[in-house]
């Protein structure tokens, strides 16, 4: 009954499935207490208060039919308009509702944006190590994903390396600031370079080259950092944003695109992206989710939580002698693994019942995954089996 | 920038937009009471009120890790288990909430469907007139949709006409019932001469045929009509369901899939959707209408308010000498436009400040769609235009 291209993807996919499978098998045999799954980027930190105070609010003033109802495609006007000048006095922009397309979650929105621009062929440039997901995204539209090395040990984007794997054919480059699985934050000059380099190259080729920004973890950076608003620096800029994070709301499936007016053909893309919406079936952006977020554009997770776990994590993890680079943003922490397969690595974390995503899923072999959206005590109770793992391969 | 397979989508599309903001423009000119909008399916009855009591009680009592949080792609298994004991009860079915899957409307769920059992070129045959999305929804995963031409006067489905167009490459063959843009509700005797055909050349072609049942209409049904559940009819049937119109949410995209036991391959289909619903960007339904629906399973709109409209429209229209199926289920009436061309007939409409869909939307040209999901009063004022374009086709 299933079809030939999605048989793989289905394989594969239950590999992942084992591991989370395995968690639930070794919570109920040791405790949840006892176990110490790192695997899920699934936050554990609470929305805020003032999300749930709004659903309220919205359920018991404003009429059923439009709550629950159909709205235009791209989203309620008045929400895109709140979400667009939130961003202006954040980022000093000048967008109208009409650069914003509210979507299904940033999953959504990069489906929908793919769908709009994306011919069988074009090849689709990501760096390594990335979310796994895109190199799905961009095969159900046809697209090639191309893959910039894995650079590290800063994992920060190598411009001189993307120069080399663009093409007449890439039609579009995808980074992800804050980093899932690096927790590394581009700077803005990190960003200036990419941008020259894909000027340069649309300008030799005679072609339209799209920045894809897939940016979940905006909120979330510590120590002060910024995370450059790339529709400034290169105008063929997407943004995929979703409060899975920053509000806590993952499973609500809430974010939203900007086009900027700078775009090439802006209103054309625009057109094609909310009719992409719509044919995927995503038809529009979850209607009471809308109107919550747009109460709480200013709205905060308490990031001081997923802070203190990073030191914790950090601190302890290096202090053991494993090596990594210090996380700036998101709450993954990105591991070279003492041998180089790191799917071993992570069998044998898995006998001290921590669970870890191996790197290799994200295009990077040699390092693994720590998901830190988790309780501070997981991670202190943690350290015990990290203390034996580091004592086998002789780190401490 | 945008690709050459959406452009021509787009254009398409923008005639359907500009009719909506016809109707915008027209209600600004002649104010909203004196414009009579048949267009769209969006429902004015409004949810029960215990959909949004549910909500508000779900955010007083869970904690909100779990409201708003990642869940299984398929759904919270609580929740597919409420709908597979509700299904069990009104239907004699014996589903677990293994064949369940949570899904981002009805929309979403056929995607899903597609993309896990469409492989390039195959075909996936509709009866005209149907929905014109699913001509979309083929083509997103390189289907190629196939018509069985309209049987009218009555459009009940016509089992010889589907055994014509049947062939070796047909992967799925698709029913929407009660139908749109029909009203017409597919009977017991109707369905069963339609799964003798499908087994038939199953057989025959040594092929597994699924039977997609997209039924967001299924509790809209008038003068106690009832509408075959049909897992008991043919074994490869998937169901697609949503509570956009059986609870009033269209704006919520939230539905669900079932895969029966008795399909060929289930397990693997269903690790296949599931995993479908996860690549094409949908993730998951929406995690708070889902604990939502789960508890307003047996909840129901004011299904009499649609009844009163279906009368007033019908006995309105044909006293003024206009042709139509009576409709027994949904909220749509098909009338037979007096001239061939049904796109001139809605424009003539349109100078009566009375909005229409042509039937070629739906692939039956001489027709149009009057969505009759508005308030009674639009219908009983809008005779009056209705009476005009009888007398100017000589009708009465």
Redesign the interface.
């Known amino acids: ?7 793989e ?2 394989e594969k ?2 590999v992942i499935r084992a591991m989370f499978e395995e968690g639930a098998s070794l919570a109920k045999k040791y405790g949840p207490e006892h176990v110490y799954d790192f695997s ?1 980027g ?6 805020p208060a003032s ?2 105070e709004s ?2 609010n919205i ?1 018991d003033s404003e ?3 439009h ?5 235009n495609n791209a989203g309620f006007p008045a929400v895109r308009e709140k979400i667009a000048e939130s961003l202006n006095k954040k980022y000093a922009t000048t967008f109208s509702q009409d650069n914003i397309i509210m979507s ?2 940033a ?6 944006i793919l ?6 062929g ?1 090849e689709v440039v990501v760096f390594a190590p990335f979310f796994g ?1 895109y190199t ?2 961009v095969s ?2 046809g697209g090639k994903l191309v893959t910039v090395p894995p650079n590290p040990p800063e994992f920060k984007p190598d411009a001189e390396a993307l120069s080399k794997v663009l093409t007449k054919k890439t039609k579009a480059v995808i980074i992800n600031n804050p980093n899932n699985p690096t927790g590394v934050v581009y700077s803005e000059d990190d960003i200036k370079r990419l941008c020259v380099v894909l000027s340069d190259k649309a300008k030799e080729y005679g072609t ?1 080259i ?1 920045l894809i920004s897939d940016e979940p973890y905006r909120e979330l950076v510590y120590d002060g950092g910024e995370v450059p608003f790339l529709t400034k620096y290169y105008p ?1 800029t997407f943004i995929c944003y979703s409060y899975s994070k920053s509000l ?7 974010g939203y695109i900007v086009i900027p007016d700078e ?3 802006s209103e ?2 625009r ?2 992206v909310t ?2 919406t ?12 809308q109107l919550a977020v747009a109460e709480n554009v200013d709205a905060e997770v308490n990031v001081a939580a997923y802070d203190k776990n990073r030191k914790a994590l950090y601190d302890g993890l290096t202090g053991l002698g494993f090596e990594c680079v210090k996380p700036e943003g998101a709450f993954y922490l990105f591991l070279k693994s003492p041998i180089d397969d790191d799917k071993t690595f992570c069998d044998m974390a898995k006998n001290e019942n921590i669970l870890l995503v191996p790197g290799s899923a994200f295009g990077c072999s040699g390092y693994v995954r720590i998901a830190y959206c988790v309780a501070y005590e997981t991670i202190i109770n943690s350290m015990e089996g990290f203390k034996k793992l580091a004592s086998t391969f002789g780190l401490s």
Chains 1, 2 share one sequence.
């Open positions: 009954m299933i079809s030939d291209s999605i048989k993807l289905v996919s239950s899920l699934n936050p554990n930190v609470e929305a999300v749930n659903i309220k359920l009429k059923s039919t709550i629950h109802g159909y709205m299904v979650g999953a959504g929105g990069m489906n929908s769908k709009a621009i994306l011919d069988p074009d997901e799905s995204y159900n539209f339209d799209a063929d806590s709301l993952p499973g609500e499936r809430i775009m090439s053909e054309k893309v057109s094609a009719v992409a719509r044919i995927l079936g995503f038809v529009n952006a979850p209607s009471l989710m």
